[in-house]
């Protein structure tokens, strides 16, 4: 019998856990976490004949036989030790994402990646395959794990909409989807990736074995790295056919408030009900796809007009006295809660702070001091924030601390400042207080609902 190894009990985990065991693999499941979270799915993967070890580091060294496989979710770092001395030895050493590809490559893919604009670009063209009648489920990041759509008794698709973060690409060398999409490309994740030049190759890798390639050519880093390695590329903008960095005729681009692909105009940009010329961008992107995989015009623009949004993602929340509050807690980066701040009306009281990340924030202080009436700072990065905001001469700053707190001092700042926009754009990872961004996002969504109902 052959044995896998996988690292890590998040979702991805389980879910390439379960595969294996359902292909007759003998598997072992590890984690360094213990407590009650992780009870209930120990019991589960205990039923399905699969050894648990929490508490444990993974080291192949002390393993013996040593697994044929060994699979690491998104979450553990891919130059971690031990993952590290299991590619040493020669051990099948892969991530989750990966594994899926083994087992759903027959399944034409379209694999979005890029710093920020993933989920929005994901959830977007799942949503307009799926209105074509395909079954197109999106998985990776968002959705359900990839290795869960391959399970026996998971529904048989037509399509696999995975975005596939850096994390993801780094363990999974071989996944060549039929449709490549690049979003964006800003400094992130350096304290795992080292350089910039490191987080750009592995992006680039996935969109190398793209059979097609679609590029937003609004992005400065893009167009000066990406024209001359995708000769035959799909490129999109906002700006109009005249800015697209190479061949227009097969572009996607907005014209006259209208998003033409290939000189063919598919859907207002207005039908989207996401604000911002970053989201115009972001349809543009999920348009071309539908459009290059043979989806009728009028299939793509009833699904544009029928998307809701994106949980987390300039998400309104609620409102009060004719203030809005939203929740853009996907933003863990200087770069994507600049775009926040600039999508929604202004003046705003801004909600930032969390765990941060290293990149270059200039750009993110300048649209506070021209956008923000008050900043209120949660999390670790509250000082640090506070100062940098002050050195550049902006002194409408608290420490609140959390969120709880952060949300009706926001409501009183804007009363005051006649400000029609709480906006909770942290701009940091959220682990010093939240599991992911998602629970914060989720708990945000409460305290406002909480606290606009005792105002009733």
Same mark, same amino acid.
């Not at 956008?371 to 608290?398: C, D, H, K, M, P």
């Given at each position: ?360 924030? *200039? +750009?993110?202080?300048? @649209?506070?001091?021209?956008? %923000?009436?008050? /900043? $209120? !700072?949660?999390?670790?990065? =509250? ?25 009706? *001092? +926001?409501?009183?700042? @804007?009363?005051?400042?006649? %400000?029609?926009? /709480? $906006? !909770?754009?942290?701009?940091? =990872? ?27």
């Amino acid at each position: 019998m052959q044995t896998a190894w996988i690292v890590g009990l998040g979702k991805s985990g389980v879910a390439a856990a379960q595969l294996l065991a359902a292909q007759g693999w003998q598997v072992t499941v590890s984690d360094r976490g213990t407590g009650d979270r992780l009870a209930p799915i120990e019991a589960t993967l205990t039923q399905l004949g699969i050894q648990v070890r929490l508490g444990d580091t993974f080291n192949p060294d002390p393993i013996e036989p040593r697994p044929d496989l060994v699979v690491v979710s998104p979450g553990v770092p891919w130059d971690s030790p031990g993952v590290a001395r299991a590619r040493a030895l020669g051990i099948d050493t892969i991530g989750e994402m990966e594994l899926a590809w083994r087992n759903l490559q027959q399944t034409p893919w379209v694999a979005i990646t890029g710093t920020n604009g993933k989920t929005t670009t994901t959830a977007l063209t799942a949503a307009i395959f799926q209105a074509a009648g395909l079954k197109a489920p999106a998985c990776g990041n968002i959705g359900a794990a990839a290795c869960g759509l391959a399970l026996p008794e998971a529904d048989p698709i037509d399509w696999v909409i995975a975005e596939v973060s850096s994390y993801q690409i780094e363990s999974s060398q071989n996944l060549a989807p039929k449709i490549g999409i690049w979003t964006t490309f800003t400094p992130d994740h350096l304290a795992r990736h080292y350089s910039l030049d490191n987080y750009f190759n592995i992006k680039a890798s996935l969109i190398d074995r793209a059979a097609l390639q679609i590029l937003n050519g609004d992005d400065p880093a893009l167009r000066a790295q990406a024209i001359a390695p995708y000769p035959n590329a799909i490129w999109t903008s906002v700006a109009g056919r005249d800015q697209l960095p190479a061949n227009p005729d097969r572009g996607a681009w907005v014209e006259d408030g209208w998003a033409v692909v290939a000189g063919q105009a598919i859907v207002p940009v207005s039908a989207l009900a996401m604000t911002g010329r970053h989201n115009q961008q972001n349809l543009l992107m999920a348009v071309a796809a539908a459009h290059y995989a043979g989806i009728a015009p009028e299939t793509i623009a009833q699904a544009v007009r029928d998307f809701p949004g994106v949980p987390h993602r300039l998400e309104r929340v609620g409102s009060w006295q004719g203030i809005d509050f939203i929740n853009d807690s996907k933003a863990t980066n200087y770069d994507a809660a600049e775009v926040g701040l600039k999508a929604v009306a202004q003046p705003a009281i801004l909600i930032a702070g969390g765990e941060a990340k290293e990149g270059d924030d *200039r +750009a993110w202080i300048s @649209a506070i001091q021209s956008r %923000a009436a008050a /900043v $209120l !700072l949660i999390g670790s990065a =509250a000082e640090t924030f506070q100062a940098n905001l002050q050195a550049a001469g902006y002194g409408a700053t608290e420490i609140v601390e959390t969120l709880d707190r952060a949300v009706p *001092r +926001a409501a009183e700042l @804007a009363k005051a400042h006649e %400000a029609p926009i /709480v $906006l !909770l754009s942290p701009a940091c =990872a959220s682990f010093d207080q939240f599991p992911n961004f998602e629970v914060r996002g989720d708990h945000f969504r409460q305290c406002c609902l909480d606290w606009i109902a005792q105002q009733s």
